[in-house]
């Protein structure tokens, strides 16, 4: 906690202060009174001269009373027991003749926050609210609000919430503005109140006082209005009509806050109706006034312009030269306006588009100019006439030979390929000619996938995809996946050319990789191709669903939320509420209401069913937790067999052969299933197939972690051969080699113990430290016989994962003890290992 120091005022100064403050001339006290709130400004300690500055408000002058009334509320806090003394004087201004005073001290009483004083101005903000002057009525309105932020309790029990519910029907707007204000910012701390009961009635004096409140007020008032719901379309209407003119306000507030209203109503209004279109028209230019202010207001109304867009991108579809970017324009609104020109594109200004972000490709920043790369793809996407223009503007960047246009220019391409597959392919000639300048691994990656997915196209692509091997352990995490994807599709697409080189990318990725995820994608292609090359194929070289652009939009039920937060920081950070302020855990999520004639009827809940719907629940997506969880209850045990399997057809048969040839025998280092036909791979006849593959083939998962003993891999999947994990030296003459293994779905142990010393050992035990997976011995280490000198015994010991849990450095680290007895005594080591081959 860092310590701030106030500069002090010294002795001298603090008692000429103090003989100036009670002097008997006004005109001296008021200069003193405003030498103190000096030296409190700079941040001078002046507490010490409390007492004196109290007995100041005693007096008619009202520039001296706003200064005292200053001091007290920056000295408060820290002397309650001294703003006691002030009780009678606010109580006593609170019946000054002038309106001015009298609102002074209910505005001070409210600020100053010390639950000992809040008791003694109830009676004075009773009054207070019940003035005659509405200056005092809608500064007393305010200071309710503040004091149930104080004491929420003694506000309803002094009754204060109905008093303010009877000021939205003052006669005056200000005090109607402030009540609402004060009201909505009690209702939000307290969601489930329902203090602001708006009705029909209700509405329509907002609306009427809407008209002569201030600027901040007629915000207040239309942020009230934005979370009444009308009855229906004909209420909807008309008060769209009413708070229309607010759109051409000065304040950009306002006008926020006005579209607001406009956007939620305007769900309830039919869309054949003269007056929707009347509106969408009259929103578009107030909208566009708000981009001619400075670049920070630019910025908030692009923002929410953005939101407005992508919810109804009919009001500005004709003011797509507004958004061009200017030469002058700081980088921010540089991307905003970007975003905001892709979401209005269509075919009837694509060109227009298109020419200015090719003139935006050869800016001088670079960040910017990535962005526009980007664009163009995207436009490319979103309109499918202008998708060839857009490839000969990116062929036509990509000639500038500039590295960074390039490289995005490529990362492009390859979506506009996923877009329109067998479509644009002639162009891959000229992006390989600039392999050799790619170094972003996006880059590479995106190069990497078009030579996988078209290899059949590309003479060389064997070399192509070879080149980027030789460096794989340098690559980044993102090109390693692309680079074995990109390699097992050549090879099953040219699988005779290719075998050396599949073999050598899954080694890579299974057995010198450390990263998880490449290492559990080289082992199901795999199995795939060990097992199944017809289902390889079909997962490998299955069709891509295409993309579309309405990846980059803010999901629906969001937007909604986010259309109900305009003018807010919500529609600026393009987050909830709920996501950035603190304690909002109550905070009602706000969505806009039904669409006209959407069918969205809540007093009819069986239409549906009676349409022919069915009542299964609807599908929800699960959080990541969620998935988590279920990942982690995967039920692994092979399926319950109701019949006799069925008899292998001779389908299964050729899908069951061995496409790597033996190579996965090579990458193992063992026999895999003993059969001709696996080292025969392409050349095995059929009988010999038939005849290797009879056994029944498992499925799915029990085949990916061998728990059903599939075809083409032992039973007890591949386990690293043993290592010795306790030398002579250290186990003073024990030595202890071993592996871990997983057999039948079960992890276990497997050591040899070897006797090196001159005594007989027996009676041996073992502890397992906590560790990264929960290892523990599922029951006691079983050594049944006593271990001579110079023999050696074979261990099994079963593990189950329910054991204690700490993170290891390394994480596949693992520490346990053992324990023996010899002639000589009790020896005990702690051992070290490495866990590895459990897959």
Known sequence: ???????????????????????????????AVKKVIASMTVGKDVSALFPDVVNCMQTDNLELKKLVYLYLMNYAKSQPDMAIMAVNTFVKDCEDPNPLIRALAVRTMGCIRVDKITEYLCEPLRKCLKDEDPYVRKTAAVCVAKLHDINAQLVEDQGFLDTLKDLISDSNPMVVANAVAALSEIAESHPNSNLLDLNPQTINKLLTALNECTEWGQIFILDCLANYTPRDDRESQSICERVTPRLSHANSAVVLSAVKVLMKFMEMLPKDLDYYGTLLKKLAPPLVTLLSAEPELQYVALRNINLIVQRRPEILKHEMKVFFVKYNDP??????????????????????????????????????????????????????QSAERCVSTLLDLIQTKVNYVVQEAIVVIKDIFRKYPNKYESVIATLCENLDSLDEPEARAAMIWIVGEYAERIDNADELLESFLEGFHDESTQVQLQLLTAIVKLFLKKPTETQELVQQVLSLATQDSDNPDLRDRGYIYWRLLSTDPVAAKEVVLAEKPLISEETDLIEPTLLEELICHIGTLASVYHKPPSAFVEGSRGVQHKRLPGSAGSGESVESPDTGSAAGVSDAPPAVIPSQGDLLGDLLNLDLTPPATTGPPPPATSGMQLGAMDLLGGGLDSLLGGDLGGSAAMGAGFGAPPAATAASFSAPVSGGLDDLFDLGGGVGMPMGGYSPPKTVWLPVMKGKGLEISGTFARRAGVIQMEMTLTNKAMSVMTDFAIQFNRNSFGLAPAGPLQVLTPLSPNQSIEVILPLSTVGPVMKMDPLNNLQLGREDKTVCGVGGTKVGMVINGLT
Do not use: H
Not at 5 to 29: M, Q, R, T, Y
Not at 344 to 353: K, P, T
């Open 1 to 31: 906690m860092a310590l701030r120091f106030l500069p002090l005022v010294c002795a001298g100064e603090i008692f000429e202060l103090k003989a100036e403050l009670n002097s008997d001339k006004k005109e001296k006290k008021k200069e």
């Open 331 to 384: 980088i921010y609104v540089k991307l905003e306006k970007l975003d905001i020109m892709i979401r209005l594109a269509s075919q009837a200004n694509i060109a227009q588009v298109l020419a200015e972000l090719k003139e935006y490709a050869t800016e001088v920043d670079v960040d910017f100019v990535r962005k526009a790369v980007r664009a163009i793809g995207r436009c490319a996407i979103k309109v499918e």
